[in-house]
């Protein structure tokens, strides 16, 4: 019987452990590359932290974000050209801002209204 509970609790621990571990990502930056963070509240208590920076693809730069939520893996998506504001997507994910109004979109749900918490910016070569 003892044998039994330390074993579950082993693997309760090792469960724990596995679960809570944080995601990594690393992108080849240039070294003077500037990453802007950026915290968002959104609709259904639903928080989002956005990375912006830029990468060499092929020696041509390409602006991307890297976005953050409580419940998904990082999700990389490249900018695509609008006549004004920003929209980066990969099809399925969808980040758009234009003036103060920010959405953040999954799949074909509604779009999410999102409001800026904080923000920072940083040099970095690596994220």
């Keep these: 019987m003892k044998k039994l509970i330390i074993i579950l609790l082993v ?3 090792i469960g724990c452990y596995i679960n809570t571990q944080q995601t990594e990502i690393f992108i080849k930056a240039p070294k003077k ?10 609709d259904n208590n639903k928080e989002i932290s956005v990375s912006f920076t830029t990468i060499n693809k092929e020696h041509t730069p390409k ?3 890297i976005i953050n939520s409580q419940d998904n893996k990082p999700i990389i998506l490249s900018a695509k050209q609008v006549s004004s504001g920003f929209l980066y997507s990969n099809g399925k994910y969808t980040f758009r801002v234009k003036g103060n ?17 904080d923000s920072q910016t940083k040099q970095k070569a690596l994220i």
């Design 11 to 13: 693997i309760s621990l």
């Design 33 to 42: 590359n500037k990453i802007t963070l950026i915290h968002y509240n959104c």
């Design 63 to 65: 602006n991307i974000v």
């Design 101 to 117: 109004d920010v959405q953040w979109t999954i799949g074909r749900m509604m779009p999410m209204k999102c409001t800026e918490v």
